[in-house]
């Protein structure tokens, strides 16, 4: 069974409005961590956000926000007032922290932002 | 301070021969890991080490090694190269009590013929 799945390969937004991608997940543990990284065409993983587990307020790093929904297993990512610059692959990822901190990536979501 | 540095950048091997990709961070990271990343997939996890002379299988270990003799280095050798091992190698490191800040490597693209 997959660990993370996306399951929106492609996704589109107008400029300044809001996108949410999905992500949802599958684990045992109790305690893990989620994440979202941004691939822009250049190649490079970059860091957006971490919700643990055992955090019961929704994670927000400016623009963007981690909705995490525990009970549906899903940890989607908000990011409001979209900008050119957003367009990019997002990954959402999961570490098991009782399994011996794995990570596991989902296959991403290609997001292009219109002007 | 340089983060986490790859190397090389790019590198084309013929089927069974042997290579080691380097990988080296300057932040004194306890936990560091290599991934690859295939055409349409996520990154899945080959190998990792949560500190010098530890290290453990991820999702995808077949064809690699791993060590870890510093606490600044991990290399990743390929033992007898594959086609199938066409893909972009990343390395990425944390510290053990901030793991939710992984820094990534900027890749090495690596084509086996």
């Known amino acids: 069974a997959q660990k993370i799945t996306q399951t929106q390969p492609g996704m589109f937004v107008q400029e300044k409005e809001a996108v949410t991608l999905d992500c949802t997940y599958d684990t045992s543990d109790q305690s893990y961590g989620l994440f979202w990284y941004k691939q822009p065409s250049s190649g490079e993983m970059i860091f957006l956000i971490y919700?643990?587990?055992?955090?019961?307020q929704n994670a927000t790093e400016g623009r963007y926000s981690l909705n995490f929904q525990k009970a549906r297993k899903s940890a989607n990512l908000v990011i409001s007032a979209s900008q050119l610059g957003d367009s990019a692959m997002y990954f959402c990822?999961?570490?098991?922290?009782?399994?011996?901190?794995?990570?596991?990536f989902g296959t991403g979501t290609s997001l292009t932002v219109i002007p | 301070n340089a983060g986490v540095t790859q190397t090389p950048k790019f590198q084309v091997l013929k089927t069974g021969q042997s290579m080691t990709l380097q990988c080296a961070q300057d932040?004194?990271?306890?936990?560091m890991s290599w991934y690859r990343q295939d055409p349409g997939m996520g990154l899945r996890l080959i190998h990792y080490s949560v500190g010098a002379g530890i290290t453990d299988q991820g999702e995808v270990p077949n064809g690699y090694n791993v060590s870890r003799s510093t606490t600044e280095d991990f290399p990743l050798r390929l033992l007898s190269a594959a086609p199938s091992q066409t893909s972009v190698y990343f390395c990425?490191?944390?510290?053990?009590?901030?793991?939710?800040?992984?820094?990534f490597g900027p890749g090495t693209r690596l084509l086996v013929l």
């Open positions: 932040m004194n990271h306890e936990y």
């Open positions: 919700q643990g587990s055992y955090d019961e």
């Open positions: 990425a490191s944390s510290l053990w009590t901030d793991p939710e800040t992984q820094y």
């Open positions: 990822a999961m570490r098991e922290i009782g399994t011996g901190n794995q990570f596991y």
